[in-house]
């Protein structure tokens, strides 16, 4: 669940303070900060994970493009000294440390700041946990900072080792659209893992339905509708990126956004067939349970309707009455028993008549 | 509740009346009307708080911003004479003094208009409050009219007098944002308070739902629905001041404008996340009267194919008939309880794999 | 109800007639059409109310507005003389004659034409009943024609007899606005007094919900899907004013209009609220008729479950064997009686601690 | 029912052929073919009823306006002459002969195709009977092809024929307009009988509901469902019409296209508040039965819960042990009769109090 | 179903790499590739099956028209090669290769890639089954590719090799529009079988409703939710296909594309009938289950409130107490008995005109 308690607790220790000004408000404290940088051109890369921001901030800077990540938001400074050496507006600071915001791009003129959320799929609980990553995107740099340490950027550290496809070749807007694209690409798995749960509940559902099996349901479409509230403003942050006039994103980067934006477009419908599917199942739960009862009133009533009258004509010849002719009369008895069987019989041809058994 | 009633009472009182005729509305009266005055520039600070509205608007005027702010709108005059001081529109001054209005705002020319609303919610009775406060912007001067005395722009006081941040530095109109921002921040506060509230009846729902439970989920459904009319109305507001060609809007404040905008629709977002919650805390609720009716009608119904056939089988042997000759048999009746008791046990292994137990 | 059947019956009747061809479509026939006319300008006012549309229309006219207000639409020689009058197009004339129209504005060039709804709640039959009311705005005159006589606009002669406020320095649109503010005032009135009727179905269907409750419910829901379908063109009326082109608007009428449109708006809002208010009612009420079925069905059963099988034991001791040996022990009976009321207590608290009790 | 299958069925048949290739889809065979031809101007006035196409389009052509209307589908030539005389496009005879196609309205250089649906509501079968209606509109000539013979151009017929009103002093466009009238005015009359049908159905659901209402309820929103679907592409049509910048249209036929779009969202209105209004009483409908199951399970619980007990009791004194000492006692059965009267009243002062009587 | 699934594990393998990596996804393995080329011009014709793809692009190229047809996706190297040849982006092979995509249409500049979906209808898994199908158009060029053989565009061979129709005069954009319109028709075959589909679970679900109906409306209900997602992105392909401003269009091509681009709109039309026509079928069944439970119910509690309390009757009597006087009256027991039958005929005569009978 993309809790936005995380988010309004966030806010409610800020309330009467001035925009802009920089309070920590995550939770999560990480015992330290990681920081990495890699500078990279078509013919150079150099790779390094200095121990403090200053370092970080120190080293020369020849490349083409910088990269500088950042996994850990509990120090205010860093962000701080990250703002005064490449001029991020205070605003976008604030934006960087509030965890939980709304995912969105923000042209801020010498930069473009975009908040996205990092989603995974949380087995034990059964929920999705979400993590804010913030990325800049500056003339010949990128920035990306990270709530806590994830490794979902791996394969793209290691194209970058490896300077295997384009991506050496390419500029800072290139390096931002990749990391978006991760970001993006670990929604399908996030989605894929929610396809299975689904397929599980709905096996559990019309198999053997527990009342957990119900709250279950109940709990991933909540947390599904979570899930739709992150993927909208994502579109518009990939749409945003495409139809964006500055001159920090070229040209040539258009197919790429394109792709990108089909991605969160998918993600939606996915996202929404899922709600589609969950309703689905529960409706179709909901019109089993009835018809069930259904039968069960069948039942109940069709042993009522024919033993209550048998029993009250049996009531009537245990009674203590001395003037019971019938009493005396020795086909009596068995007569009686093969009259109640015939009633018996009548009444369940009836019921059967009627659909009832 | 933002109750329409009171909207509705006023328009009512001044069906027939001129367009523009100020008409004392509002219900709750304070004893006496709070005026407080600050007059400010990047270097020059006063702050005053006179007992009538004369004094108020007499005093001199070197400062680069002035803010009138006014609690309490039982007194027409004091609107009127404010009207006239500033040059207000009889419409807008009918607006000032219309309560529960819809939240806008309105280019008058020489003056931006906004008449936001300032929630809170009522522990006792469960119920969001609503409070009008209209902010005018003007040239140089800002007036803010609240319903009743708020301490909600307290913290922006204390940040005026003792001249921290950028606020004495800028103009009317980030002072008249800032106000907004208050009362924009105001709205995490309450939505905090709903989502615990939200949680607490979640779980009494689930654990031990009583018939006032239901009832209270129902009352919060109702105070989210308004809460939800007014949240849209406000993110308007916001887009409009972004948006507005006022030359009293400098352009600086646009990154600022636009975090306001954002924060209203993350409003937006929570409160849609938060009826989706209930209608879901609804539902499964419902979900589970319907299983337990179920089990209920199943119990009864074992019980009574179970027994009622039996007890028609002692009946028979209950009647007084003389020739029945099942009775003399000595091992009649304790084969007839070997029969009755395989009978049950026959009737509930058959429910047994029909999985009604 | 603003029941789509009059307007159907009208265009039936009308169906394969001519475009513009004028009927007779209305139903209510008042004895007579009761005619008004007020000529007034700044410094001259006249009224009279002249018995045929011919010397209403013969009347001098050296006024700078005159307004012609016309009770009663039975008679379509009146319609045609203030058609030839005016210069009314015979599409605009079939618009006025023909009754529940959907309200709108028509910019026919020389003259405004709106079509509007007067709504007001018929307390016998608890619905709306809706009037409809045209109004022409022309170079220096205004026509208003009503279906039967109102007193809508009484308090706006006062106004113009008095020559109080503003109205009689302004021009015709001036007074358009007036008379379709007069109009938009009185679902106000109306709007009260149904949320005063759903706050008492609601406190009937919480306490004592009766069949004839459910069933108001629904009614007045009925009337509200028909009131919103009302309300929506209103706003575009409202809209349409504001944005027309006409050169017959003055500029200066601009902050009346956006006025109005504010206040279609906040009916809009208003009615949606009330919608949803009665379907929270109505999901309130089926959430607590489906919670006390299960409450009747927790008694039926633990008064079956505990009695049905005592029954059948004490039927066995009913058997008229003669070889049942413990009908002959002497503590038989009462160890029965004891054994009996153990088991009775234990299903008892089995079924409480179920909660069923 | 405005059946999709007819629609595919025709589609499914035409499968794999190039587009454009003309195939006789419908399945309405009448005998044969009827055209009719009408030559005028503002002094000349021709009718024929030629007994082939070539007769028809053989004849002399020194009229303003010609129109020719053909009733019947099933002759593929038919069309193709007349496609050929006329210019018309393969692709737009290949939607004059698919019958139930969405309607439309196509500017084709040359000339405008309107395809529209002719509604009736066929009282037998309780369904909506549609018939396919193209009009084309050229420079000086009308077409009108209907799928069989229908008389809703009649009225047409005779004031082209009388020569009253204003239609032979207008154009080609007005006489295309004129039918398109026709066709909207048709819908006011099948909704006039729909609105009936759902009064009574109304009734028979709170009066005296039987499974076969219920049926009809739900077939009746069944084709609202389908007449909806016609409605909105009609709208569509009617604006297109309006807006088309085609030299076809004139200018003076604006202000009766704005009338015609009026009527087709006065249609959509009325056609949405029956679909409201169906829900409605479906939603009334459950309740009650809701309602009235609940007071049938009080009633049994009443009578369960008060003489199950009472049988229980009576059944103990049944019981034949010998050491029953009671039995004996004189007044252990008077007793016992008003111990259990006693008991059952109480019972039912309980069971009243908890208003389950 | 259109699984998202499929589409799902072929982004989650690709998660990490770099866009425009080719990665075989698909899994459905044919033996071998088929290949499949015409080249054709008004006066031109030839038609070939080369047995590689490097054969398959050998050939020489004097023909207006070169479409070449793959069917099978597995072997990455074709699709290289193809690229190679037609100067494709890697980002339109990458597309070409997963399979499950949301289809779109693409401007690459120097072609246009449409991403389509055939859909067949499984009558054995009461599934639909979605292939992917991939048009690019180029200049002179048109490449389809399929993920496994179908025999779609058979008849488009015929009329290839046959020159009848217009298809060899026109040009390569011609060609692109007449396969996606082949795609499209087999829509409209789908559909038709899935309105058959409708029709029988409709007579099931209303004479003979069985577990397996339910199951089985809803399965087809999600079939429908799957079609729907799929058609949407159509409507877009053909409407950007019609609006595309690429010289690869020519304007000749313009009505065909409008045809097109209507049918789509007629396929969501019916697709959305189907929808609704569905719901309102689990509608009116799960208010017949409603009904019919209130019927069981009814005859259960006539039995019970007839039968129990004679029984509590004939209870009394048969009690073994000593002084009960009633038992020696020699009237007692016809007398008791005819009591008996009056209070059942009693209690019938008052169920019945409850109408619970």
Redesign the interface.
């Known amino acids: 669940m993309i809790d ?2 995380t ?3 966030a ?2 220790r ?6 802009g ?1 920089l309070v920590q408000v995550g939770e999560r404290k990480e015992e330290r900060i990681f920081l990495s940088r890699f500078d990279y051109g078509p013919e150079f890369f150099a790779e390094s994970t200095p121990p403090t921001i200053d370092e970080c901030l120190e080293q020369a800077e020849d490349a083409a493009v910088t990269w500088i990540n950042i996994d850990g938001l509990h120090d205010i400074s860093v962000i701080e000294k990250l703002g005064a050496r490449f001029g991020l ?1 205070p ?1 976008s600071q604030e934006d960087i440390l509030t965890p939980a ?2 995912p ?1 791009l ?1 042209d ?1 003129g010498n930069y473009l700041l975009v908040i996205a959320r990092m989603l995974t799929f949380d087995e034990e609980s059964g929920r999705i946990r979400a993590e804010q990553v913030s990325i800049v995107l500056g003339e010949r740099f990128v920035l990306s900072i990270q709530e806590s340490r994830g490794d979902v950027f ?3 550290r290691d ?1 970058l080792r490896s300077g ?4 050496r070749k390419m500029g800072a807007d290139y390096l931002a659209y ?1 990391l978006l ?2 970001i993006v ?2 929604y ?2 996030l ?2 893992r929610l ?1 299975e749960r689904i397929q599980e509940l709905d096996e559990e559902l ?1 198999l053997d339905p527990r ?1 957990e099996t ?2 279950s349901v ?1 709990e991933l ?2 947390e599904i ?2 899930l739709r ?1 992150s993927t909208w403003p994502l579109r518009e942050v990939a749409n945003g990126f495409e139809r964006s006039e500055s001159t920090l994103v070229s040209e040539g980067l258009n ?2 956004l ?2 990108l934006y ?2 969160t ?2 993600i939606i ?2 996202v ?2 899922y709600q ?2 969950l309703q ?1 199942m ?13 039968e ?6 069709v ?3 024919i ?6 004509i ?11 002719p ?8 068995p007569g ?2 093969v009259l109640m069987f015939g009633g018996a019989v009548g009444m369940f041809l009836f019921f059967r008549r009627k659909g ?1 058994m």
């Open positions: 936005p308690g988010f309004l607790k806010q409610t800020k309330a009467g303070l001035a925009p000004t507006d605003l915001q709304r969105k923000e801020c791996g394969p793209l194209r295997r496809g384009r991506i990749v694209d991760c690409d670990n399908f798995v989605l894929e396809g019309s009342r119900l709250q109940h479409r909540r509708i979570f509230k197919p790429y394109r792709d089909d991605h477009i998918q419908d996915i929404e067939t589609d599917l689905g529960l409706d179709l739960y909901l019109s089993s349970v009835s018809n069930r009862m259904n069960v009133m069948k039942v109940l009533t042993f009522a309707a033993f209550i009258p048998l029993t009250f049996v009531g009537i010849y245990g009674m203590n009455f001395e003037h019971m019938e009493l005396a009369w020795s086909w009596a008895y009686l028993l009832w």
